[in-house]
């Protein structure tokens, strides 16, 4: 379904079937449910880039409880002016097709909550990345691949993520949120002469970080 300049939308308990394009598109649309569905993976998956469900310029979503499939770009493309979102409590049951497309990704984002997610099955990119966002917090996720966050805007709290792909991605070392000694930030980009990572060696607000893992010139 397509939703465009909407308000007060409630999409719940509905099965949609594998299809070659977007299965949900909301668009301009204000306060939002999107609860205890299933999304089925995108039909005919290849070298096209094809979001699952797109998010443009929404305020106040709530998406819950649904079970989500694979797609070819991203799973779930959320941008432009968004505020308000709440991802809690979703299975995302297969990743992007595409190399360096994410599960999900979110940009140009106000006030964001990704919460209680299980991520499996991931193919390219990361579980959750992020550009832009401002006010973020992810916790309680289960992952597979790993999630990148823009180290730019804030505040920003990442805490209490499991499973087996639990790194945090940023480009440089935190310069926002609050850090425990001992977490680890991977860089997005490592470079020849640069480090693989950084190390929180006393807590804080952001704390107090190392560079690790030289690399060879």
Not at 126 to 131: H, S
Not at 179 to 185: A, L, N, S
Not at 200 to 214: I, L, M, Y
Request: aromatic share 10%.
């Amino acid at each position: 379904p397509s939703h465009d300049s909407s308000h007060k939308i409630k999409l719940t308990d509905n099965t949609f079937p594998e299809a070659w394009k977007q299965q949900l598109i909301l668009n301009n649309c204000t306060d939002v449910v999107v609860a205890n569905n299933k999304l089925a993976k995108m039909k005919g998956i290849g070298a096209y880039g094809v979001n699952l469900v797109d998010v443009i310029d929404v305020q106040k979503l709530r998406f819950i409880g649904n079970t989500v499939g694979e797609a070819t770009a991203y799973v779930m493309y959320i941008r432009t002016t968004c505020e308000d979102i709440v991802l809690a409590n979703n299975t995302f049951d297969g990743g992007a097709n595409l190399p360096a497309y994410h599960t999900i990704l979110m940009e140009g984002t106000n006030q964001a909550v990704v919460t209680g997610n299980t991520f499996r099955n991931g193919n390219e990119g990361r579980d959750f990345a992020c550009n832009t966002v401002t006010d973020l917090i992810l916790h309680g996720n289960t992952l597979d691949l790993g999630f990148y966050v823009d180290p730019g805007f804030g505040p920003t709290n990442v805490y209490g993520n499991v499973g087996g792909a639990t790194r945090l991605y940023l480009n440089t070392a935190p310069s926002f949120g609050t850090w425990k000694q001992g977490d680890i930030v991977w860089f997005q980009q490592p470079t020849a002469g640069g480090f693989v990572g950084a190390v929180c060696v006393a807590d804080g607000t952001p704390g107090t970080w190392k560079t690790f893992g030289a690399i060879t010139p």
